[in-house]
Structures are given as C-alpha cells and as structure tokens.
Nanobody, 136 residues
Framework: EVFLQESGGGSVQAGGSLRLSCTAS????????MAWYRQGPGNECGVISS???????FTDNSVKGRFTISLDRAKNTLYLQMNSLEPEDAAVYYC??????????????????????????????WGQGTQVTVSS
C-alpha cells in the first residue's frame, strides 16, 4: 500500500511562516507530478502549487511570491514553504501525487472536499491533510 502523510501545520500569527512536509511510503515522488491543495473554511478546494516530473512548477497567484514548493529527492519528501501568512491562508492542506502507472486499485482515504478535485485532476495518492490556522 501507498501512504502519504502531511505534517508541519499549526497556528501562527499573520506575517509568520510555516514549512509543510509530505512524506511517502511505498511510493517515490521523483518521476511523478506532485502538488499541494488546500480546503478553505467554506470547503473551497484548489491547487496552491505543483511541481511536474520534469521539474517545472506552478504557483497560484494568491500565494505567488509567498509560498514555494520543493522536492528533496534524497529524502523523498515534498515541502511547501509558506511565508508572510495571511488569515485567508487558513485551511487544511493536502499533498498529492500522480503515479505515472495510473490509478490505484482503490482510492486512498481522506481528501475531504478536495477528493473529487484530486481525482478529476489525475492525482492518485494524497494524505489526510494538515491544519493551518492564521490569526490576525
């Protein structure tokens, strides 16, 4: 089985920073498309940042210049460095990966309101999410 797990969430004041991490067992991130999604308090779900198998990155305009996605291949760990956090950034953050071998036999648990979005966008694995709270 494949398991992804996010960590690093917490409660911070506006302007603060957090570093989210995503580790995987039974799966290698390198060679796969990867992304960070977030589910807001109104259950809105959208991609925040992604990194493709060839190294190309995408960052949503709402966090561009503040958030940075990166991959440590040696540690098989995906990161999201979040700086200058704003109250609007409060959400549950999910990491996701798209296996080049296609969908698994069964979808992983979790995903919340992001589940359908993740499946529609071609992702095959994701974690349980990590909560980020930002106070003003």
């Amino acid at each position: 089985e494949v398991f992804l797990q996010e960590s690093g969430g917490g409660s911070v004041q506006a302007g603060g920073s957090l570093r989210l991490s995503c580790t995987a067992s039974g799966f290698t991130f390198e060679g796969s498309d990867m992304a960070w999604y977030r589910q807001g308090p109104g259950n809105e779900c959208g991609v925040i940042s992604s990194i493709s198998s060839d190294g190309g990155t995408f960052t949503d305009n709402s966090v561009k210049g503040r958030f940075t996605i990166s991959l440590d291949r040696a540690k098989n760990t995906l990161y999201l460095q979040m700086n200058s956090l704003e109250p609007e950034d409060a959400a549950v953050y999910y990491c996701a990966a798209a296996s080049p071998r296609g969908p698994p036999g069964a979808w992983p648990p979790g995903g919340g309101a992001c589940y359908l979005t993740l499946v529609t966008n071609g992702y095959t694995f994701w974690g349980q999410g990590t909560q980020v709270t930002v106070s003003s």
